[in-house]
């Protein structure tokens, strides 16, 4: 199994350009996370999706960030326009949900951002 | 949601076993504790979870205390490896999805 794969593993780019930030989770799995972590803020939850749909994004920071799933097997997170606080490194994870069972999260390499 | 309180840090030395606390006293009867940890510039590692047996796995042992406010994560025989950071964590309960709040963690240092 490869695991949740990640891409770019690095980033740096200038303030004001898009970027996009992509995840393939493992397979057979139906749940997917965004996370960013900072030294100041730790590790945050930005975004899940169960079986493709979006089912909490409150942890987004604003309107420049964006999530989407549109199949099971790829998932993208897009910063437009960036700005260099958004410098992070960013985590995405899958996990299996099974009906009243707890499950474990796997988490990938991650892409360290950095905005100029 | 509960919460969980873990020292900041704790130094272990190589061969021996780490004992890893955590308090979390406003558990509630249906929330499970896991357990993950985070090697420098590495993603977040599931090590176990539990709801009130002890588990154990290839990586480490889960005790939970019979009132269940608190838990100790034990690494048999630690090694340089397991230098990491260390996250306690009470699932959240939200509908049938849930979601995992990492807090600061206990960085352990294994020293040779």
């Known amino acids: 199994d490869a695991g949740v794969i990640q891409s770019p593993r690095h980033e740096v780019t200038e303030m004001g350009q898009e970027v996009t930030l992509r995840c393939k989770p493992i397979s057979g799995h139906n749940s997917l996370f965004w996370y960013r972590q900072t030294m100041m803020r730790g590790l945050e939850l930005l975004i899940y999706?169960?079986?493709?749909?979006?089912?909490?994004d409150s942890g987004m920071p604003e309107d420049r960030f964006s999530a989407k799933m549109p199949n099971a097997s790829f998932s993208t997170l897009k910063i437009q326009p960036s700005e260099p606080r958004d410098s992070a490194v960013y985590f995405c994870a899958s996990s299996l949900r099974r009906q009243g069972a707890s499950y474990e999260q796997y988490f990938g390499p991650g892409t360290r951002l950095t905005v100029t | 949601d509960a919460k969980t309180t873990q020292p900041p840090s704790m130094d272990c030395a190589e061969g021996r076993a780490a004992n890893l606390p955590c308090n979390h006293s406003?558990?509630?009867?249906?929330?499970?504790v896991y357990w993950y940890r985070q090697i420098h510039s590495q993603g977040p590692q599931y090590i176990i979870h539990?709801?009130?047996n002890n588990e154990t796995n290839e990586m480490a042992s889960l005790i939970i205390t019979e009132d269940r406010k608190s838990s100790t994560l034990i690494l048999p025989h630690a090694t340089l490896r397991d230098t990491a950071v260390y996250y306690c964590i009470v699932r959240v309960a939200f509908s049938n999805d849930y979601k995992l709040s990492f807090g600061a963690g206990t960085t352990v240092t294994v020293r040779a």
């Open positions: 999706f169960n079986n493709n749909v979006p089912i909490d």
């Open positions: 406003t558990i509630s009867g249906n929330e499970y």
């Open positions: 539990g709801l009130k």
